[in-house]
C-alpha cells in the first residue's frame, strides 16, 4: 500500500511539495513539544517511549562537542539511519552554517527537518544557507529578531533561541527570548500615522537588513511568522516551563537529557511539564526523584561561545 | 470561548470539542498520562460534536495501522487509518480539495506527514476525496479529516462544523 500510495503522490502534478506553508506547517505540529537530541537507536527509542515530537540525530550531543573539540560536522548518514530507522516520529538533523552540499545530503536521506547550527563548525563566514530552493524545512538559531528575520528573508520555516548548547545553563536562551520578545514588542508599537510608520519600517528594515515587507508583516502581526522556539541549555522540568512561560512554542533538549543521570525518567518528566508548563501541581510532581542532572557550566568560565557563532 | 484542553476538568467547561494536527504518539502518550482518556472516550460516546485532523483523525479512529503498539485510539468513527501513510516530510503536500459541502470552490487541502484512510464503514459519509481517497469523514457529530484546516484561513469549514454542532446540541441558531 505505502509504496503505490508514493508513486500516487508523485504522479499528481496538484500535490505541490516543499510549499512554505507545507514547510511552516511541520514547524507547528511541534508546537507544544519536546525534541530530544540523540545519538544512537537505543537513545531516539527512549525520546519516543517518553513522547518526544521529534528526534534530533547526531554524532556527538553538544556537551561532547564542546569537551572534545575538533571540527564537528554533519553526523555520518549511517548513524541518522539508524535513528531513522528505529522511530516513527519525525527526525531532525544538524549541518554547518551554510554547508548547503550537507544540507542537500540530509534532503536526500528525507531528514524532516535540517537544523542550521551554530553547534557545528561553522562552515562559511559570509553566508547561511538559502534555504528557499529546499523541499526539506530547516531551522536556525537566533540570538535576537534581526537575527531570526534574516534567517526567515532566507528561507528558515522555524527559529529557535541558540543558547549555550552544551552548558546545562539556561541564562544564554533566557536572554535570546527576551530580546527576541521585547523588539517585537517594540514593533507592536508602531504609529499608525502612515508617513511616519513608513519610515520607522525603512529604519528597521535596514537596521535588521531585511525587505520592508517582512518587517510590516511582522508589525501587523505582532509575532514571528514562524514559530519560535528554545533551544540551549535545558536541563530540568522547571527550566522547560520556564521558557515556555516566557513565550517558547516548544522546546529542544540537548544534553540534558542523556548527560543526566536517568534520561528515561528526565525525558518523560520535560514531555509532561513542556506540557502543563503553566500548572505548578504538575511540575512539582514531575520535578520528583528524577535523580541527578547534568552538572552543567558557568558560562564565564567557557573557552568557546557557540552562541557568537552566524550573524 | 475556545478553551484549551489539558485535564478532565477542562474537558468538562466545553460543549463540542476539536483535536488538531500534532504528533499523534505523543499526544495518545499524554492522554494516557493524564485524567482525560476515560472522560474523554466518555463524552465521546455521549455525543458531544467533535473533529479531528490529522493525529486527531488517528486518535478517533477504530483501526489504526503503522502506530505504536501501545497507541490509545478511541474509535469514535469507523474508519481504518495508516499513520504517516505518504511517507517523511518531503512527501508532505498541499492540493486542492472538492468539498461539495462548502460550495464549488475547492478548498485548501494541507497534509503534513498525514495518514490516510484505507477503509470507511458503511455508516460513514465520505466528504470528500483525494485521488479517490477519504479524506474528510463524518459519522454523527465526529468529523475526521487527514488535512489541516487550521494552517489556512479558509474558515467555511469550521463554519459547516459548528453550525452543525450547534444543531446537534439544540441551540437555535447559535453556535456552541
Known amino acids: ?311 | 470561548m475556545p478553551v484549551a484542553v489539558r485535564t478532565a476538568k477542562e474537558l468538562e467547561q466545553i460543549d463540542c470539542l476539536i483535536i488538531p494536527g500534532g504528533e499523534s504518539t505523543t499526544i495518545s502518550k499524554m492522554l494516557g498520562s493524564s485524567d482525560l482518556l476515560d472522560s474523554l472516550t466518555e463524552k465521546i460516546q455521549s455525543g458531544m460534536p467533535t473533529w479531528g485532523t490529522c493525529a486527531g483523525m488517528i486518535l478517533l479512529a477504530s483501526s489504526l495501522l503503522d502506530g505504536r503498539s501501545d497507541q490509545h485510539f478511541l474509535g469514535a468513527i469507523n474508519i481504518v487509518v495508516r499513520r504517516n501513510a505518504y511517507g517523511r516530510q518531503i512527501a508532505s503536500f498541499e492540493a486542492a480539495v472538492d468539498i461539495p459541502a462548502i460550495g464549488s470552490r475547492p478548498f485548501l487541502g494541507v497534509f503534513i506527514r498525514s495518514p490516510i484512510v484505507e477503509k470507511a464503514g458503511s455508516e460513514v459519509e465520505v466528504l470528500a476525496t483525494l485521488d479517490d481517497l477519504p479524506v474528510l469523514c463524518r459519522q454523527g457529530p465526529v468529523w475526521a479529516s487527514s488535512f489541516h484546516p487550521e494552517l489556512t484561513d479558509d474558515t467555511r469549514l469550521h463554519q459547516l462544523f459548528l453550525k452543525e454542532a450547534a444543531t446537534c446540541l439544540g441551540i437555535p441558531n447559535g453556535q456552541p
Not at chain 1, 507545507?22 to 519516543?48: C, F, N, P, R, Y
Not at chain 1, 519525525?90 to 542550521?116: C, N, S, T, Y
Not at chain 1, 551554530?118 to 563566514?125: C, F, G, I, N, R
Request: with cysteine; glycine share 8%; net charge negative.
Open chain 1, 1 to 311: 500500500m505505502a509504496s503505490s500510495v508514493e508513486s500516487l503522490n508523485s504522479e499528481m502534478t496538484s500535490h505541490k511539495t516543499g510549499t512554505f506553508r507545507v514547510k511552516k506547517g511541520l514547524a507547528e505540529m511541534l508546537e507544544g513539544g519536546v525534541i530530544m537530541d540523540v545519538v544512537t537507536s537505543d537513545q531516539a527509542k527512549i525520546a519516543e517511549d517518553a513522547g518526544a515530537v521529534a528526534v534530533m540525530a547526531l554524532e556527538r550531543v553538544p556537551a561532547d562537542i564542546r569537551k572534545e573539540g575538533g571540527v564537528a560536522r554533519m553526523s555520518p548518514p549511517e548513524v541518522v539511519e539508524a535513528i531513522q530507522n528505529a522511530v516513527s516520529i519525525p527526525v531532525m538533523a544538524k549541518v554547518r552554517i551554510g554547508h548547503f552540499a550537507e544540507a542537500q545530503i540530509l534532503q536526500a536521506m528525507g531528514v524532516d527537518f535540517i537544523d542550521e547550527s551554530e553547534v557545528l563548525t561553522p562552515a562559511d563566514e559570509e553566508y547561511h544557507i538559502d534555504k528557499m530552493p529546499f523541499e526539506v524545512p530547516f531551522v536556525c538559531g537566533a540570538n535576537n529578531l534581526g537575527e531570526a528575520l534574516r534567517r526567515i528573508n532566507e528561507g528558515a520555516a522555524l527559529i529557535r533561541s541558540k543558547g549555550e548548547a552544551g552548558t546545562g545553563n539556561i541564562v544564554e536562551a533566557t536572554r535570546h527570548l527576551r530580546a527576541i520578545n521585547s523588539e517585537l514588542a517594540e514593533l507592536r508599537q508602531m504609529p499608525e500615522s502612515k508617513t511616519r510608520r513608513i519610515d520607522l519600517v525603512a529604519r528597521v528594515a535596514k537596521r535588521h537588513r531585511v525587505p520592508m515587507e517582512l518587517i510590516e508583516a511582522v508589525a501587523k502581526a505582532g509575532k514571528l511568522p514562524v514559530p519560535l522556539f528554545c533551544a540551549g541549555g535545558i536541563a530540568t522540568p522547571a527550566d522547560a516551563a520556564f521558557v515556555m512561560q516566557l513565550g517558547a512554542e516548544a522546546v529542544f533538549v540537548g544534553s540534558g537529557i542523556f548527560k543526566s543521570e536517568n534520561p528515561a525518567v528526565r525525558a518523560n518528566a520535560i514531555v509532561e511539564a513542556t506540557t502543563n508548563y503553566k500548572d505548578p501541581d504538575i511540575l512539582l510532581k514531575v520535578s520528583r526523584n528524577l535523580g541527578e542532572a547534568m552538572l552543567g557550566e558557568e558560562l564565564a568560565t567557557l573557552k568557546t561561545r557557540l552562541a557568537d557563532r552566524g550573524w
